[in-house]
Every structure is written in C-alpha cells, then in structure tokens.
C-alpha cells in the first residue's frame, strides 16, 4: 500500500496561508483531501474559512533528547482517526495537507512524522511550503525568529500578496540570503498540480556561496564540498554523533555526497531530523559531495574539524 503524502503548509501570523489553501483547493474535489488546521486559541477562525479538522495545540515533552523533540500526540491521534473514518467508509484517503500555526516550527511535526513506527509505514512527509507576505515579510524575518526558522525548514516559498507590493526583489534577496537556492513562487503562479513536484530539496550546489552575514550573528553557515568520495557508514556515523550532541542547535542541513557509486545521496535534514536518504543519477556538473550545515550558537569550524578527523585526515575538505 502506497505510503499517504502529507504537505506541511506554514507561514508567519497574516502571511496569507489560509487564504492561499481556500484559493489552492477550490477546484479541488475534497473527498480525498483532508486538511488539518492546527490554530493557538480556544475558537478556530480558519475553520469557518476551509472545512478541516481542527486540532488544538497538544504536545508530549518526551524525556531524552534535546528540546525540539516535541511529540506532537494530538497529530498522531489525529492521522490515525483520519485513516479510521476513510477505512470505515471504504474510501480512500489521497492526500492530507496540514496548515500549521503562524508561530510554528515545523520541527515537531517533522519529528512526530518521522519518528512514530504506525505514522512511519502510512505516511511520506513530501514538502514544507511556507508562505511569506510581500508586503511584511522582511520585518517579520528581522524581528521574528518563527519566521526565519520557517524558512529554513522549508522546501519551497510562496509570496503573498504581491498585490499590495509588486516589488519582492529585495524580500527574495533576504530568503536566499537564509535559504540559498531555495524555490521561490508567487501565489499566482502555484497550482495544485505543482504540490506534490516540489521536493525535500537537492541544492544545487555548483557556484553557489552563502551569504556569511546571516540574519542572526549567533547564526552561522558552513558550506564544504569533498575532493574524494566518501564513505558513507563512516559518514552517517559521524553525522549521527553530531545531531545526537548537538541537535538543538543545528538548523538545517543539507548536502549531496558522492559515496563512490553511480549516484548521489542526497540528504536533507531540518534541525536534528533526517529526512530519509534518497538518490540523484551523478551527472557532468553534479558528481562530487557538497554539504551545507546552518547552526545556530554553535562553533562550526569545531564541526569541520571534527568531520576531518573522522574522516581519512589525509582528505581533502575545501570550504565552499
């Protein structure tokens, strides 16, 4: 059985995201579409604006690990009643779009997605969608750290009521500068067919360079490509040790490795959380490992020199 897609759609408060999913879903026969509106307070307004389920915000502090590993309870017994009533009704359930709060990190939602065994075997996470206001959006990246995070852990930008300000140049000049390369639409140019295209992102790599001057000073970036490939199980090893120890402070990852085959792994990852690995075919201007650390309060040149000596130290790493 095919795993269910989920899309996780955020933004900052008034970035336009309900308005965008009644506009997405209008055409859209709903029968096998379930939205999951998860809003702060006791009444939902946006509710009243898309049919969905609702849920309230209810999260389970699990013990062991590091802050952001929130269980999201409340969405696991959520997708499960959701499965129930499509399976009672001999239906069959397509896809499930999530909107989350303006104030949310999609971390928890991605951990509670991929650590949960039953959410695991039923359920792919494909994309994180944010949506940012042409008009507010710089000031809500300057002053907001929800909305920098939410760029981060996403895999496409949507902007906003460009209606209001046609000039978004420099709004995409300052998400690149936090989230380089990343694919950037206006609302009216997204359609439903184009959901389930955008995927956990494979940055191209070739001549791109982070901006060093990121929107927080305690924020660094550290991109690295390999001169060799790599081995992947002393890699992962490594790369394991350091979401372990220093999870909470990383804030993304993301990198394509050249492991001596004929393809590349390409890994994404959002905080401490890996998304499974998957393959792109090797081609003339993609065959060598780039990878890309954000961190924020975190010394990266201690990671690189920690990646080195795990390494063959006779490797060579060239900062990118």
């Keep these: 059985m095919a795993k269910i897609p989920i899309h996780i759609i955020t933004g900052f408060l008034g970035s336009g995201k309900t308005t965008f999913l009644a506009q997405l879903l209008q ?23 898309i049919n969905a389920s609702y849920i309230q915000e209810k999260t389970l502090i699990l013990n062991a690990g590091c802050m952001c590993c929130n269980k999201r309870s409340d969405l696991v017994d ?42 695991c075997n039923h359920f792919n996470l494909v994309n994180i969608i944010t949506c940012i206001d042409a008009l507010n ?45 990343i694919d950037i639409f206006e609302k009216e140019n997204f359609n439903f067919s184009m959901l389930s295209g955008i ?5 191209n790599f070739q001549n791109s360079k982070l901006e060093q001057n990121l929107h927080n000073q305690n924020i660094q970036s550290l991109s690295l490509s ?38 590349l792994v390409n890994i994404n990852g959002v905080g401490h959380l890996i998304y499974p690995p998957s393959h792109i075919k090797k081609t003339k201007q993609q065959n060598s490992s780039h990878l890309v650390f954000i961190a924020k ?6 990671v690189l020199a920690s990646l080195q000596g795990f390494l063959n130290p006779n490797s060579n790493v060239i900062l990118a």
């Design 27 to 49: 055409k859209q026969n709903h029968k096998n579409i379930a939205l999951i509106v998860n809003e702060l307070g006791q009444i939902s307004l946006d509710d009243s604006i």
């Design 78 to 119: 959520k997708l499960r009643e959701l499965l129930n009533v499509y399976e009672k009704k001999n239906e069959i359930l397509e896809r499930i779009i999530i909107e989350t709060t303006g104030l949310a990190n999609p971390a928890p939602i991605v951990f509670t997605l991929l650590s949960d065994t039953f959410l």
């Design 137 to 181: 959006g710089i000031s809500h990246i300057d002053e907001n750290e929800e909305a920098y995070n939410q760029i981060l852990s996403s895999d496409c930008i949507l902007i906003t009521k460009t209606d209001l300000n046609p000039h978004i140049a420099p709004l995409k000049e300052k998400i690149n500068s936090i989230h380089q390369g």
């Design 199 to 203: 995927k956990h992102q494979s940055e």
């Design 226 to 263: 390999f001169d060799e490939a790599l081995d992947w199980s002393v890699f992962s090893i490594w790369l394991s040790m350091l979401l372990h120890q220093y999870g909470s402070q990383i804030l993304r990852v993301k990198g394509l490795l050249d492991i001596g085959e004929d393809f």
């Design 297 to 302: 309060n975190l010394d990266l040149q201690k």
